[in-house]
Structure formats: structure tokens, C-alpha cells
């Protein structure tokens, strides 16, 4: 097992979870006027999520723009509002619903987030959170006591890069000082997180499942890994 200097981790689906409750519909009428109901708002927060596929429903010319969201915040807006309209929401509502996609209230962060972040920083390591992201995250990182707890913040939108390209985790180590052999990638996504392997970087895959079903994981993950 290699010697384990430093900690990347993923944000959405790893740290925290876009959970929106009962009230994300609230005061939102359709086109006719009346309260706006989705019947499957699991299947909303799967087509807000997901990362990775092109979500269904988009017209084919923004095909390719759902693949450059996290690089673009332009970008993200229009893909992720024509997602929403797709979805069966009216265009005011989807722009409010984007809104507080990008709330840090509508986030909710892990159970075991605080103390494996407190685990990795108490052993020594060095930490990051490296995101395919179309906006700044900072905020909600900051609202649930983890920017405090992390040494850097690596948003794909700012670097110009997103996972799997093996450029942004070689950034985040750099940024670090750690060598890719010596470091850790934790996240949610084989496809996109997987691609630090490619660098020499251990990986480790937790489940994005609801914050309320998912209380260990990541320390877990840490623990397989003597941290």
C-alpha cells in the first residue's frame, strides 16, 4: 500500500450532496398559473447531478456544451436551465431552480465529513477538494466548516480542466507538493475520479447515495488507507 501523504477530495456525490427537501418548488407557478409540481424529484436531482453523460432530454446542439459546462459558468448556466425546461419546468422556474442549485443552504454536507477531514489533517497530510465545477463552491464549503479544514480548492472551471484529464489532479498534487504515488483520490465517480489512477494516484470510490444513508464512508475510505 503506498505511504499516503495527501488527501483529494471530490465535492458533489463525496463531501456534500445537492439535497433540496420539500421546499424546492415552492412559489412556482407553470405556465398556466398554477403550483408548480414535479412528480420524481429524484429524478431532478439525478439529472442535476450526474458526472457524467449528457442529460436527458437536452436538444442535440447543446450536446456539446453539457460536456464544457464545468469549464464555462455561461455554459453551465445554459445547459443546466435547458436541463431543467427538459425536465418539465417552465423557463422561470428552471432559472430559480438553478438558483438554488448554486445555494449553499440547498447543500448538505456527509455525516463524517468534518471528522475525516479532522482525521487527515490530524495525521499530518495535506488535503484538497478538486471539483468538476461550473461555479464557485467555495461558499458552501465555507457554511459547513470545510474550507477551513482543507489547504487548497481546485474548481475545474477556474484551471481549465476537468476529471478524469489527468492535468487537473497533477495541478491539485503540485499545489499540494505531494507526488501523484503518494497521494490520495477520494470521490464518487469511477469515470471521472478514477482518472487520477492514470497519474499513479491511489483511489478510492464512495457511494453518492443520500447524505442520511451514508454516515462512514468516508472515513472508511480513509481507513483502508492507515489515515
Not at 109 to 134: E, H, K, Q
Not at 218 to 226: I, T, V
Amino acid at each position: 500500500m503506498a505511504d499516503i501523504q495527501g488527501v483529494l477530495f471530490d465535492f458533489s456525490g463525496t463531501l456534500c450532496r445537492l439535497e433540496f427537501g420539500s421546499g424546492v418548488l415552492d412559489g412556482l407557478m407553470d405556465d398556466a398559473g398554477a403550483p408548480l409540481e414535479i412528480t420524481d424529484q429524484v429524478e431532478l436531482m439525478r439529472r442535476l447531478t450526474a458526472p457524467v453523460g449528457v442529460s436527458e432530454g437536452l436538444p442535440p446542439e447543446l450536446h456539446e456544451a453539457w460536456h464544457r459546462r464545468d469549464l464555462d459558468t455561461d455554459v453551465h448556466h445554459t445547459v443546466y436551465t435547458a436541463a431543467l425546461r427538459a425536465a418539465g419546468l417552465p423557463s422561470g422556474a428552471a432559472e430559480i431552480v438553478y438558483r438554488r442549485m448554486l445555494d449553499a443552504e440547498n447543500w448538505v454536507p456527509y455525516p463524517d465529513v468534518l471528522p475525516a477531514l479532522r482525521a487527515v489533517r490530524n495525521a499530518g497530510l495535506r488535503s484538497a477538494v478538486v471539483s468538476n465545477i461550473g461555479w464557485d463552491i467555495r461558499p458552501v464549503l465555507s457554511k459547513h466548516g470545510i474550507a477551513e479544514l482543507v489547504d487548497e480548492i481546485v474548481m475545474s472551471y477556474v484551471e481549465g480542466h476537468v476529471k478524469p484529464e489527468p492535468e487537473i489532479f497533477a495541478g491539485a498534487c503540485a499545489r499540494l507538493g505531494l507526488e501523484p504515488a503518494r497521494t490520495l483520490m477520494v470521490g464518487d465517480s469511477e469515470e471521472a475520479d478514477g482518472g487520477a489512477a492514470a497519474l499513479g494516484c491511489s483511489v478510492a470510490i464512495v457511494d453518492p447515495l443520500p447524505t442520511a444513508e451514508r454516515p462512514d464512508a468516508l472515513l472508511a475510505a480513509l481507513s483502508a488507507y492507515g489515515i
